[in-house]
């Protein structure tokens, strides 16, 4: 019984959780892609950097079926240039600039989205914080 107890607090020790010193947002919000109108989602992830330094944070775009990650080096700056793809297609990229305002919870996208045909995203969407 011991021991299972011991499993249970060391398995209890090793999930996951969030940082205090992080944040996860989802943002959404209307567009024009390929001329058309259409909806556009953005999950945010803010957090520590690897070596414990800096500040990353991690995009993903989602339109439709596509799926784009990237992250960008936040530790001086909310808004930066960001390469994001899809890890099954290779024509699935988004290339431009991506900004976070925290105090309007808001992220902003100017750039060109290529899904095998090009288009320009030029959009600002509403976020909601789901964790920090």
């Known amino acids: 019984m011991k021991k299972l107890i ?3 607090i060391v398995l209890g020790s090793t999930t996951p959780a969030f940082a205090k010193d992080s944040t996860w947002k ?3 919000g209307d567009a024009t ?3 058309d109108p259409a909806k556009l ?3 945010v992830y803010e957090h520590r950097n690897a070596t414990g330094d800096g500040r990353d944070t991690e995009f993903t775009l989602i339109f439709g079926g596509w799926v784009l990650r990237g992250t960008l080096d936040t530790s001086d700056s ?3 240039t960001v390469h994001l793809q899809d890890s099954k297609y290779t024509e699935g ?3 431009g600039t991506i900004g976070v305002n925290y105090d309007k919870d808001t992220v902003t996208l ?3 989205l290529d899904l095998g045909e090009k288009t320009n995203i030029n959009a600002t969407l509403k976020c909601k914080t789901l964790g920090n």
């Open 78 to 80: 909310d808004t930066g």
């Open 93 to 95: 990229v988004y290339d």
């Open 110 to 112: 100017k750039g060109v």
């Open 26 to 28: 989802l943002c959404t």
């Open 41 to 43: 989602a953005v999950n």
């Open 33 to 35: 892609v390929f001329d």
């Open 6 to 8: 011991a499993a249970l």
